[in-house]
Protein backbone atom coordinates (compact mmCIF):
# COMPACT_ATOMS: atom_id res chain seq x y z
CA UNK A 1 0.00 0.00 0.00
CA UNK A 2 1.35 3.57 -1.02
CA UNK A 3 1.48 6.45 1.70
CA UNK A 4 -1.53 8.47 1.58
CA UNK A 5 -3.70 11.15 2.94
CA UNK A 6 -7.18 11.67 2.92
CA UNK A 7 -9.28 14.66 3.50
CA UNK A 8 -13.00 14.44 3.23
CA UNK A 9 -14.39 17.14 5.39
CA UNK A 10 -18.31 17.47 4.06
CA UNK A 11 -20.79 16.65 6.67
CA UNK A 12 -23.28 14.29 4.75
CA UNK A 13 -26.51 15.26 5.94
CA UNK A 14 -28.72 11.75 4.45
CA UNK A 15 -32.16 11.36 4.71
CA UNK A 16 -35.89 11.67 3.69
CA UNK A 17 -36.81 15.70 4.54
CA UNK A 18 -33.68 16.70 5.40
CA UNK A 19 -33.36 19.90 2.26
CA UNK A 20 -35.42 21.40 5.03
CA UNK A 21 -32.11 21.93 6.60
CA UNK A 22 -30.71 23.53 4.54
CA UNK A 23 -31.02 26.95 6.45
CA UNK A 24 -29.39 25.50 9.39
CA UNK A 25 -26.51 24.10 7.74
CA UNK A 26 -25.49 27.16 5.26
CA UNK A 27 -25.54 29.29 8.63
CA UNK A 28 -23.51 26.59 10.58
CA UNK A 29 -20.79 27.18 7.84
CA UNK A 30 -20.96 30.54 7.79
CA UNK A 31 -22.88 31.87 4.77
CA UNK A 32 -24.71 35.22 5.47
CA UNK A 33 -25.61 35.74 1.21
CA UNK A 34 -26.34 32.83 -1.20
CA UNK A 35 -26.31 31.97 -4.62
CA UNK A 36 -29.19 29.13 -5.21
CA UNK A 37 -28.12 27.65 -8.48
CA UNK A 38 -29.62 24.79 -10.29
CA UNK A 39 -30.42 23.28 -13.41
CA UNK A 40 -32.70 22.64 -15.90
CA UNK A 41 -36.16 23.24 -13.91
CA UNK A 42 -36.09 19.60 -12.03
CA UNK A 43 -35.77 21.24 -8.74
CA UNK A 44 -38.22 23.64 -9.24
CA UNK A 45 -40.97 21.25 -10.78
CA UNK A 46 -40.46 19.14 -7.51
CA UNK A 47 -40.72 21.59 -5.06
CA UNK A 48 -37.47 21.56 -3.73
CA UNK A 49 -35.99 25.07 -4.94
CA UNK A 50 -38.89 26.18 -2.62
CA UNK A 51 -38.00 23.89 0.35
CA UNK A 52 -34.72 25.84 -0.05
CA UNK A 53 -35.54 29.30 -0.36
CA UNK A 54 -37.89 28.42 2.59
CA UNK A 55 -35.16 27.08 4.72
CA UNK A 56 -32.61 29.76 4.32
CA UNK A 57 -36.32 32.09 4.93
CA UNK A 58 -36.26 30.29 8.57
CA UNK A 59 -32.53 30.73 9.49
CA UNK A 60 -32.42 34.48 8.41
CA UNK A 61 -30.18 34.22 5.10
CA UNK A 62 -30.77 36.55 2.08
CA UNK A 63 -30.21 34.86 -1.25
CA UNK A 64 -30.06 35.15 -4.94
CA UNK A 65 -30.89 32.41 -7.63
CA UNK A 66 -29.38 31.41 -10.92
CA UNK A 67 -30.99 28.14 -12.62
CA UNK A 68 -30.21 26.90 -16.21
CA UNK A 69 -27.23 24.53 -15.68
CA UNK A 70 -27.40 22.17 -18.46
CA UNK A 71 -25.86 18.76 -18.00
CA UNK A 72 -21.99 19.03 -19.38
CA UNK A 73 -22.43 22.56 -17.89
CA UNK A 74 -21.30 25.46 -20.02
CA UNK A 75 -18.54 28.18 -19.08
CA UNK A 76 -20.94 30.89 -20.21
CA UNK A 77 -23.24 30.46 -17.73
CA UNK A 78 -20.38 30.12 -15.01
CA UNK A 79 -19.08 34.17 -16.41
CA UNK A 80 -22.74 35.03 -15.12
CA UNK A 81 -22.81 33.16 -11.94
CA UNK A 82 -19.33 34.79 -11.49
CA UNK A 83 -20.88 38.35 -12.07
CA UNK A 84 -23.84 37.64 -10.34
CA UNK A 85 -21.83 36.68 -7.16
CA UNK A 86 -19.74 40.20 -7.01
CA UNK A 87 -22.61 42.33 -7.67
CA UNK A 88 -25.02 40.65 -4.92
CA UNK A 89 -21.86 40.00 -2.40
CA UNK A 90 -22.56 36.13 -1.83
CA UNK A 91 -19.97 34.42 0.27
CA UNK A 92 -21.53 31.01 -0.30
CA UNK A 93 -22.81 28.72 -2.96
CA UNK A 94 -25.69 26.33 -2.39
CA UNK A 95 -26.00 23.94 -5.26
CA UNK A 96 -29.48 21.93 -5.59
CA UNK A 97 -28.82 19.39 -8.00
CA UNK A 98 -26.59 17.16 -9.95
CA UNK A 99 -22.74 16.77 -10.82
CA UNK A 100 -23.65 19.34 -13.29
CA UNK A 101 -25.49 21.49 -11.23
CA UNK A 102 -22.41 20.85 -8.61
CA UNK A 103 -19.51 21.72 -11.09
CA UNK A 104 -20.78 25.10 -12.44
CA UNK A 105 -21.15 26.28 -8.91
CA UNK A 106 -17.64 25.25 -8.21
CA UNK A 107 -16.82 27.13 -11.01
CA UNK A 108 -18.29 30.26 -9.99
CA UNK A 109 -16.56 29.31 -6.25
CA UNK A 110 -13.27 29.76 -7.87
CA UNK A 111 -13.84 32.23 -10.03
CA UNK A 112 -15.36 35.00 -8.04
CA UNK A 113 -12.27 35.43 -5.78
CA UNK A 114 -9.89 35.72 -8.88
CA UNK A 115 -9.05 38.02 -10.63
CA UNK A 116 -8.26 36.44 -13.94
CA UNK A 117 -10.63 34.08 -16.12
CA UNK A 118 -11.53 31.66 -14.34
CA UNK A 119 -10.56 28.99 -17.02
CA UNK A 120 -7.14 29.12 -16.07
CA UNK A 121 -7.45 27.17 -13.41
CA UNK A 122 -9.40 23.96 -16.06
CA UNK A 123 -6.01 24.70 -18.12
CA UNK A 124 -3.79 23.72 -15.25
CA UNK A 125 -3.08 26.37 -12.68
CA UNK A 126 -4.07 25.31 -9.30
CA UNK A 127 -6.98 26.72 -7.38
CA UNK A 128 -5.45 29.06 -4.79
CA UNK A 129 -8.63 29.95 -3.18
CA UNK A 130 -12.65 29.78 -3.80
CA UNK A 131 -15.87 30.34 -2.02
CA UNK A 132 -17.45 27.63 -0.10
CA UNK A 133 -19.46 25.31 -1.90
CA UNK A 134 -22.30 23.23 -0.04
CA UNK A 135 -25.21 21.07 -2.26
CA UNK A 136 -28.36 19.36 -1.79
CA UNK A 137 -28.37 16.24 -4.45
CA UNK A 138 -31.01 14.92 -6.68
CA UNK A 139 -29.19 12.41 -8.26
CA UNK A 140 -26.72 10.18 -7.41
CA UNK A 141 -24.30 9.93 -10.36
CA UNK A 142 -21.18 11.76 -10.32
CA UNK A 143 -20.00 12.02 -6.22
CA UNK A 144 -19.42 15.66 -7.05
CA UNK A 145 -21.12 15.72 -3.45
CA UNK A 146 -17.87 14.42 -2.00
CA UNK A 147 -15.36 15.57 -4.23
CA UNK A 148 -12.83 18.22 -4.92
CA UNK A 149 -13.42 17.95 -8.67
CA UNK A 150 -15.11 20.19 -10.84
CA UNK A 151 -15.65 19.73 -15.00
CA UNK A 152 -17.07 22.35 -17.06
CA UNK A 153 -17.19 22.62 -20.66
CA UNK A 154 -15.90 25.32 -22.62
CA UNK A 155 -19.13 25.99 -25.38
CA UNK A 156 -15.94 27.54 -28.02
CA UNK A 157 -15.30 24.20 -29.20
CA UNK A 158 -16.98 22.41 -26.63
CA UNK A 159 -14.15 21.50 -24.80
CA UNK A 160 -14.43 19.50 -21.56
CA UNK A 161 -12.01 20.09 -19.23
CA UNK A 162 -11.43 19.84 -14.90
CA UNK A 163 -9.95 21.32 -11.96
CA UNK A 164 -9.56 19.59 -8.58
CA UNK A 165 -8.72 20.82 -5.16
CA UNK A 166 -9.40 19.99 -1.41
CA UNK A 167 -10.60 23.80 -1.69
CA UNK A 168 -13.97 22.81 -3.79
CA UNK A 169 -14.83 19.88 -1.65
CA UNK A 170 -18.47 21.21 -0.22
CA UNK A 171 -18.60 22.04 3.25
CA UNK A 172 -22.50 20.05 3.55
CA UNK A 173 -24.00 18.11 1.07
CA UNK A 174 -27.84 17.10 2.19
CA UNK A 175 -28.41 13.99 0.45
CA UNK A 176 -32.48 12.74 0.31
CA UNK A 177 -33.04 9.45 -1.90
CA UNK A 178 -36.31 10.53 -2.15
CA UNK A 179 -35.78 13.28 -4.46
CA UNK A 180 -34.23 10.78 -7.22
CA UNK A 181 -37.10 9.32 -7.21
CA UNK A 182 -38.70 11.77 -10.01
CA UNK A 183 -35.32 11.00 -12.26
CA UNK A 184 -36.07 9.13 -15.48
CA UNK A 185 -35.05 5.62 -16.06
CA UNK A 186 -31.88 6.76 -18.64
CA UNK A 187 -30.75 9.47 -16.06
CA UNK A 188 -30.37 6.58 -12.74
CA UNK A 189 -28.81 4.36 -15.63
CA UNK A 190 -26.23 6.88 -16.39
CA UNK A 191 -25.88 7.60 -12.54
CA UNK A 192 -25.19 4.07 -11.89
CA UNK A 193 -22.73 3.72 -15.01
CA UNK A 194 -20.57 6.32 -13.35
CA UNK A 195 -20.71 5.15 -9.98
CA UNK A 196 -19.49 1.51 -11.04
CA UNK A 197 -16.15 3.71 -13.36
CA UNK A 198 -15.68 5.30 -10.44
CA UNK A 199 -14.80 2.18 -8.63
CA UNK A 200 -13.39 0.53 -11.82
CA UNK A 201 -10.70 3.65 -12.42
CA UNK A 202 -9.33 2.67 -8.97
CA UNK A 203 -9.79 -1.03 -8.68
CA UNK A 204 -7.35 -1.38 -11.78
CA UNK A 205 -4.25 -0.71 -10.42
CA UNK A 206 -0.12 -1.79 -10.40
CA UNK A 207 0.22 -1.39 -6.34
CA UNK A 208 -0.47 -4.51 -4.97
CA UNK A 209 -1.34 -5.53 -0.91
CA UNK A 210 -4.60 -2.97 -1.05
CA UNK A 211 -6.81 -5.74 0.14
CA UNK A 212 -8.96 -3.46 2.41
CA UNK A 213 -9.05 -0.57 -1.12
CA UNK A 214 -10.23 -3.85 -3.53
CA UNK A 215 -12.98 -4.87 -0.55
CA UNK A 216 -14.10 -1.46 -0.01
CA UNK A 217 -14.35 -1.28 -4.28
CA UNK A 218 -16.05 -4.70 -4.50
CA UNK A 219 -18.98 -3.70 -1.64
CA UNK A 220 -19.82 -0.60 -3.88
CA UNK A 221 -19.27 -2.88 -7.06
CA UNK A 222 -22.08 -5.21 -5.64
CA UNK A 223 -24.04 -2.80 -4.26
CA UNK A 224 -24.85 -1.23 -7.97
CA UNK A 225 -25.12 -4.91 -9.42
CA UNK A 226 -28.12 -5.60 -6.88
CA UNK A 227 -29.88 -2.08 -6.52
CA UNK A 228 -29.62 -0.73 -10.04
CA UNK A 229 -31.75 -3.25 -11.72
CA UNK A 230 -34.20 -2.53 -8.30
CA UNK A 231 -34.64 1.14 -9.04
CA UNK A 232 -35.28 0.75 -12.51
CA UNK A 233 -37.82 -1.80 -11.81
CA UNK A 234 -39.66 0.22 -8.91
CA UNK A 235 -38.32 3.82 -9.27
CA UNK A 236 -39.73 4.51 -5.90
CA UNK A 237 -38.44 1.88 -4.16
CA UNK A 238 -36.57 4.49 -1.33
CA UNK A 239 -33.88 2.01 0.10
CA UNK A 240 -32.96 1.00 -2.85
CA UNK A 241 -32.46 4.65 -4.08
CA UNK A 242 -31.02 5.30 -0.61
CA UNK A 243 -27.92 2.41 -1.06
CA UNK A 244 -27.01 3.80 -4.39
CA UNK A 245 -26.96 7.06 -2.81
CA UNK A 246 -24.34 6.41 -0.68
CA UNK A 247 -22.55 4.10 -3.02
CA UNK A 248 -22.29 7.18 -5.43
CA UNK A 249 -20.73 9.25 -2.50
CA UNK A 250 -18.45 6.22 -1.09
CA UNK A 251 -17.40 5.39 -4.98
CA UNK A 252 -15.74 9.08 -5.59
CA UNK A 253 -15.08 10.46 -1.98
CA UNK A 254 -11.48 8.51 -2.58
CA UNK A 255 -12.15 6.07 0.31
CA UNK A 256 -11.87 3.68 -2.11
CA UNK A 257 -8.98 4.72 -4.15
CA UNK A 258 -6.43 5.38 -1.24
CA UNK A 259 -2.93 3.83 -0.96
CA UNK A 260 -2.81 2.50 -4.97
CA UNK A 261 -2.07 4.17 -8.23
CA UNK A 262 -5.53 5.09 -10.59
CA UNK A 263 -6.17 4.81 -13.93
CA UNK A 264 -9.18 7.58 -15.07
CA UNK A 265 -8.20 6.99 -18.85
CA UNK A 266 -11.84 6.05 -19.64
CA UNK A 267 -13.10 9.00 -18.17
CA UNK A 268 -10.62 11.15 -19.82
CA UNK A 269 -11.78 9.08 -22.96
CA UNK A 270 -15.12 9.56 -22.61
CA UNK A 271 -14.90 13.64 -21.23
CA UNK A 272 -14.35 13.62 -25.35
CA UNK A 273 -17.29 12.06 -26.16
CA UNK A 274 -19.46 13.60 -24.12
CA UNK A 275 -17.83 17.55 -25.07
CA UNK A 276 -17.95 16.50 -28.82
CA UNK A 277 -21.53 15.40 -28.76
CA UNK A 278 -22.82 16.72 -25.98
CA UNK A 279 -24.35 12.78 -24.41
CA UNK A 280 -24.42 12.12 -20.88
CA UNK A 281 -21.58 11.29 -18.89
CA UNK A 282 -22.69 7.83 -17.95
CA UNK A 283 -23.81 7.12 -21.37
CA UNK A 284 -20.31 7.55 -22.68
CA UNK A 285 -18.66 5.65 -20.08
CA UNK A 286 -20.93 2.86 -20.77
CA UNK A 287 -19.59 2.69 -24.17
CA UNK A 288 -15.78 3.40 -23.17
CA UNK A 289 -15.52 1.53 -20.32
CA UNK A 290 -15.99 -2.20 -21.77
CA UNK A 291 -13.86 -0.93 -24.38
CA UNK A 292 -10.80 0.22 -22.68
CA UNK A 293 -11.38 -2.82 -20.43
CA UNK A 294 -11.03 -5.11 -23.27
CA UNK A 295 -8.04 -3.47 -24.56
CA UNK A 296 -6.02 -3.62 -21.73
CA UNK A 297 -7.09 -6.76 -19.83
CA UNK A 298 -3.65 -8.68 -20.70
CA UNK A 299 -1.76 -6.24 -18.71
CA UNK A 300 -2.83 -8.04 -15.48
CA UNK A 301 -5.23 -10.56 -16.31
CA UNK A 302 -5.54 -11.83 -12.43
CA UNK A 303 -6.86 -9.00 -11.99
CA UNK A 304 -9.61 -8.67 -14.30
CA UNK A 305 -10.35 -12.69 -13.01
CA UNK A 306 -10.62 -10.97 -9.62
CA UNK A 307 -13.43 -8.95 -11.07
CA UNK A 308 -14.99 -11.34 -13.02
CA UNK A 309 -14.75 -13.87 -10.07
CA UNK A 310 -15.88 -11.60 -7.47
CA UNK A 311 -18.10 -8.88 -8.81
CA UNK A 312 -19.78 -10.70 -11.51
CA UNK A 313 -20.13 -14.64 -10.17
CA UNK A 314 -17.99 -16.35 -13.06
CA UNK A 315 -15.87 -19.41 -12.31
CA UNK A 316 -12.59 -19.09 -12.34
CA UNK A 317 -10.95 -21.06 -15.28
CA UNK A 318 -7.46 -22.04 -13.94
CA UNK A 319 -6.60 -23.47 -16.81
CA UNK A 320 -7.36 -20.50 -18.97
CA UNK A 321 -7.88 -17.15 -17.24
CA UNK A 322 -7.99 -14.93 -20.24
CA UNK A 323 -11.50 -16.47 -20.83
CA UNK A 324 -12.68 -15.88 -17.44
CA UNK A 325 -11.66 -12.03 -17.48
CA UNK A 326 -13.20 -11.81 -20.57
CA UNK A 327 -16.43 -13.02 -19.35
CA UNK A 328 -16.53 -10.92 -16.87
CA UNK A 329 -16.32 -7.81 -18.98
CA UNK A 330 -18.99 -9.51 -21.45
CA UNK A 331 -20.90 -9.67 -17.96
CA UNK A 332 -20.44 -6.26 -17.44
CA UNK A 333 -21.35 -4.90 -20.70
CA UNK A 334 -24.40 -6.82 -20.89
CA UNK A 335 -25.05 -5.66 -17.18
CA UNK A 336 -25.33 -1.86 -18.95
CA UNK A 337 -27.35 -2.77 -21.30
CA UNK A 338 -30.07 -4.17 -19.16
CA UNK A 339 -30.31 -1.36 -17.30
CA UNK A 340 -31.12 1.16 -20.90
CA UNK A 341 -27.55 1.95 -21.40
CA UNK A 342 -25.53 2.11 -25.17
CA UNK A 343 -22.64 -0.13 -25.62
CA UNK A 344 -21.37 1.03 -28.77
CA UNK A 345 -21.06 4.56 -31.23
CA UNK A 346 -24.43 3.65 -32.80
CA UNK A 347 -26.56 3.61 -30.10
CA UNK A 348 -24.59 6.49 -28.32
CA UNK A 349 -24.65 8.68 -31.07
CA UNK A 350 -21.38 8.80 -32.35
CA UNK A 351 -19.59 8.71 -35.24
CA UNK A 352 -16.59 6.32 -36.02
CA UNK A 353 -15.17 8.99 -38.60
CA UNK A 354 -14.70 11.16 -35.39
CA UNK A 355 -12.01 9.15 -34.00
CA UNK A 356 -9.39 11.20 -35.05
CA UNK A 357 -10.70 14.64 -34.04
CA UNK A 358 -11.67 12.70 -30.59
CA UNK A 359 -7.82 11.65 -30.43
CA UNK A 360 -6.50 15.19 -31.49
CA UNK A 361 -8.64 16.70 -28.65
CA UNK A 362 -7.95 14.45 -25.65
CA UNK A 363 -4.53 16.19 -26.52
CA UNK A 364 -1.51 13.97 -25.41
CA UNK A 365 0.68 14.53 -28.51
CA UNK A 366 3.26 11.90 -28.20
CA UNK A 367 2.89 11.44 -25.11
CA UNK A 368 1.04 8.98 -23.05
CA UNK A 369 -1.56 8.81 -19.84
CA UNK A 370 -3.26 6.44 -17.32
CA UNK A 371 -2.17 5.00 -14.39
CA UNK A 372 -2.61 1.39 -14.56
CA UNK A 373 -1.51 0.82 -18.69
CA UNK A 374 0.36 3.57 -19.80
CA UNK A 375 -1.89 4.73 -23.55
CA UNK A 376 -0.36 6.11 -26.45
CA UNK A 377 -2.34 8.13 -29.07
CA UNK A 378 -2.35 5.30 -30.93
CA UNK A 379 -3.88 2.69 -28.31
CA UNK A 380 -6.69 5.42 -27.57
CA UNK A 381 -7.68 5.31 -31.72
CA UNK A 382 -8.19 1.51 -30.58
CA UNK A 383 -10.19 1.44 -27.86
CA UNK A 384 -12.45 4.17 -29.51
CA UNK A 385 -12.72 1.45 -32.52
CA UNK A 386 -13.93 -1.13 -30.06
CA UNK A 387 -16.28 1.18 -28.68
CA UNK A 388 -17.32 1.84 -31.79
CA UNK A 389 -18.25 -1.68 -32.76
CA UNK A 390 -19.02 -3.27 -29.25
CA UNK A 391 -21.92 -5.96 -28.97
CA UNK A 392 -22.58 -8.67 -26.71
O1 LIG B 1 -31.30 20.22 -15.17
P1 LIG B 1 -32.39 19.46 -14.51
O2 LIG B 1 -33.74 19.89 -14.92
O3 LIG B 1 -32.22 19.39 -13.02
O4 LIG B 1 -32.29 17.94 -15.08
C1 LIG B 1 -31.20 17.08 -14.79
C2 LIG B 1 -30.36 16.76 -16.03
O5 LIG B 1 -31.12 16.85 -17.19
C3 LIG B 1 -31.76 15.72 -14.45
N1 LIG B 1 -32.05 15.56 -13.02
C4 LIG B 1 -31.20 15.68 -11.98
N2 LIG B 1 -31.83 15.36 -10.84
C5 LIG B 1 -33.12 15.05 -11.18
C6 LIG B 1 -33.26 15.18 -12.57
N3 LIG B 1 -34.42 14.94 -13.21
C7 LIG B 1 -35.47 14.55 -12.46
N4 LIG B 1 -35.39 14.38 -11.10
C8 LIG B 1 -34.24 14.62 -10.44
N5 LIG B 1 -34.17 14.40 -9.12
O6 LIG B 1 -30.73 14.79 -14.78
C9 LIG B 1 -29.99 15.30 -15.87
C10 LIG B 1 -28.51 15.06 -15.59
O7 LIG B 1 -28.05 15.87 -14.54
P2 LIG B 1 -26.49 16.07 -14.33
O8 LIG B 1 -26.30 16.97 -13.17
O9 LIG B 1 -25.84 16.44 -15.61
O10 LIG B 1 -26.00 14.57 -13.97
P3 LIG B 1 -24.73 14.02 -13.25
O11 LIG B 1 -24.86 14.10 -11.78
O12 LIG B 1 -24.48 12.73 -13.87
O13 LIG B 1 -23.55 15.03 -13.65
C11 LIG B 1 -22.83 14.88 -14.83
C12 LIG B 1 -21.68 15.85 -14.88
O14 LIG B 1 -20.73 15.60 -13.82
C13 LIG B 1 -19.41 15.46 -14.37
C14 LIG B 1 -19.70 14.88 -15.72
O15 LIG B 1 -18.61 14.96 -16.59
C15 LIG B 1 -20.90 15.67 -16.18
O16 LIG B 1 -20.51 16.92 -16.70
N6 LIG B 1 -18.56 14.72 -13.46
C16 LIG B 1 -18.17 15.34 -12.34
C17 LIG B 1 -17.35 14.74 -11.41
C18 LIG B 1 -16.94 15.45 -10.18
N7 LIG B 1 -17.18 16.74 -10.09
O17 LIG B 1 -16.34 14.86 -9.25
C19 LIG B 1 -16.81 13.39 -11.62
C20 LIG B 1 -17.49 12.63 -12.71
O18 LIG B 1 -16.62 11.66 -13.19
C21 LIG B 1 -18.01 13.45 -13.84
O19 LIG B 1 -16.99 13.68 -14.81
ZN1 LIG C 1 -17.50 10.00 -13.81
Not at 104 to 111: D, E, L, R
Amino acid sequence: MLNFNFYSPTEFVFGKGRAAEAGHFVKKYGGTKVLIHYGGGSAVKSGLIDTVKKSLDDAGIPYCELGGVKPNPRDTLVYKGIELCRAEGVDFILAVGGGSVIDSSKAIAVGVPYDGDFWDMYSGKPVEKALPVATVLTIAAAGSEGSGDSVITKEDGMLKRGTGSDLLRPRFSIMDPSLTQTLPAYQTACGATDIMAHVFERYFTNTTEVEITDRLCEAVLLTMVKETPRVIADPDNYEARANIMWAGTVAHTNLCGVGREQDWNSHGIEHELSGLYDVAHGAGLAVIMPAWMEYVHGHNVMRFCQMATRVFGCQMNYENPEATALEGIRRFRSFLKSIGMPINFTELGAKEEDIPTLVEKFGIGDGTTGGFMKLNRNDITEIYRIAAHASL
